[in-house]
């Protein structure tokens, strides 16, 4: 831990108890924090592109998104959800306050892309679907079927790790009432447009958590050079399409019922739904 960022405007993180501000500034020890004091920051949508372009490798790319400022609405929102709107019963622990970096396996056979991050969520934990009813839903389910290590994902740092899964999004900044604008959209596309890029060869499929997720990875596909099928598959729960790499490689397209409490508590999706997907997953993966 940095002695700098110890004392007042700090509060202790829920695993290590090693204090920090919020927003937790890059390369100060935060568990799984991917960026260093040095990593370029993204301050535009041109940047964003560049940067995404040159990164070599996936450590790269993340350390790259974690510290991205391009969108001002949105930065501005996850910062002063940090600063001054944490929920009550987080009011004692620091904030994240920065883009949500992917999570999981490296080389792995499956992406799952998810819409964007919490405020009191992945913007408070740093760690993808970690720290909401969402990510409950979510990380039971794919304990229960062999993906995590564990059951429940808390705080980074808690020993929760996935084998052959990685967990991404469309848009890695949280949104006022949950929605970006589609220019936000569009400025965040090429983070995921570069993972595809980066990850394709090895991927077997991508589990896309609602039609948002669904049409983000289509476009990140085309932008990658994918070939995507025409018409442009439409979303749906347990609906499967095929894109095809740049080197000829096939990966499936699954669409599943985002992991909201919307969906979930009213049981448009159910534990059992979910495992059924992610099963089948192990189809792709092991094919
Ligand atoms: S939403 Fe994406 S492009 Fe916009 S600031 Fe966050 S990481 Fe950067």
């Not at 991927?203 to 099928?229: E, F, N, Q, Y």
């Amino acid at each position: 831990m940095d002695s700098s960022l110890e004392g007042s405007g700090t509060a202790p993180h829920p695993v290590t108890g090693a204090p920090f501000p919020s927003p937790v500034p890059p390369g100060t020890g935060w568990p799984e924090d991917p960026a260093g004091r040095d990593t370029p920051v993204a301050g535009s949508a041109e940047e964003v592109r560049a940067l995404a372009r040159s990164a070599g490798d996936l450590a790269t790319l993340e350390a790259r998104i974690s510290v991205c400022r391009a969108c001002p609405r949105l930065v501005d929102w996850r910062e002063s959800v940090a600063r001054s709107g944490r929920r009550a019963s987080f009011a004692d622990q620091p904030y994240w306050g920065r883009p949500g970096p992917s999570f999981g396996d490296p080389r792995a056979r499956v992406l799952l892309v998810g819409l964007a991050p919490a405020a009191n969520g992945t913007n408070r934990t740093g760690r993808m679907f970690t720290g909401d009813s969402s990510g409950e839903f979510l990380y039971a389910s794919l304990h229960r079927t062999g993906w995590a290590a564990h059951p429940v994902s808390v705080a980074t740092g808690d020993g929760q790790s996935l084998t052959g899964m990685r967990i991404v999004a469309a848009v890695r900044c949280a949104p006022p009432a949950n929605h970006p604008t589609s220019e936000e959209r569009t400025t965040c596309a090429p983070w995921l447009s570069r993972e595809l890029d980066l990850a394709g060869g090895g991927l077997a499929a991508l589990l896309c958590l609602g039609g948002i997720a669904w049409d983000a990875t289509v476009s990140a596909a085309r932008s990658a050079g994918w070939v995507v099928p025409r018409p442009k598959p439409r979303f749906g729960h347990a609906v499967r399409a095929t894109l095809v790499t740049p080197s000829g490689h096939e990966v499936a397209l699954v669409g599943c019922y985002h992991v909201s409490p919307h969906n979930t508590y009213t049981g448009r999706l159910t534990p059992a739904m979910l495992d059924d997907l992610l099963v089948g997953l192990r189809t792709d993966s092991d094919g």
